[in-house]
């Protein structure tokens, strides 16, 4: 009998039912960074702009998601930008080297976050 058992757990092992892909294991998963709809960024050395995307983002206020988040992912994202100087769009270089990521606009401007004092 306990040939039998031993015999049958060989068989599935062998067979590679229920083993876990080792690979899928040992990746290393990239977090997936959004920003907020109307996140306020730096555009230039004297400008701010809220950012809006296409993207889905989802909000504890709202009973659904959005679709004016965006999804930093890529080598470059398209974005509408909202400030006093009125409504545009433009597509951002997204760079990203040693845990590191910087948004870079078409005039070579690098993007920051305003932070929220």
């Not at 659904?64 to 398209?78: I, K, W, Y």
Request: aromatic letters at 4%; hydrophobic letters at 40%; proline letters at 3%.
């Amino acid at each position: 009998m306990n040939k039998i058992i031993f015999t049958a757990l060989l068989g599935l092992t062998l067979s590679g039912c229920d083993v876990p892909d080792l690979a899928k294991l040992t990746e290393k998963q990239a977090p997936i960074i959004t920003l907020g709809m109307g996140a306020e960024v730096q555009i230039d050395d004297a400008k701010t702009a809220k950012v809006y995307g296409s993207d889905a983002c989802h909000s504890e206020l709202e009973s659904g998601p959005l679709n004016h988040c965006t999804r930093l992912a890529g080598d470059a994202v398209q974005v509408t930008l909202v400030s006093d100087s009125g409504q545009w769009s433009e597509v951002w270089d997204i760079n990203q080297a040693n845990d590191k990521m910087t948004l870079t606009r078409p005039n070579g401007y690098s993007v920051r976050l305003v932070s929220s004092n």
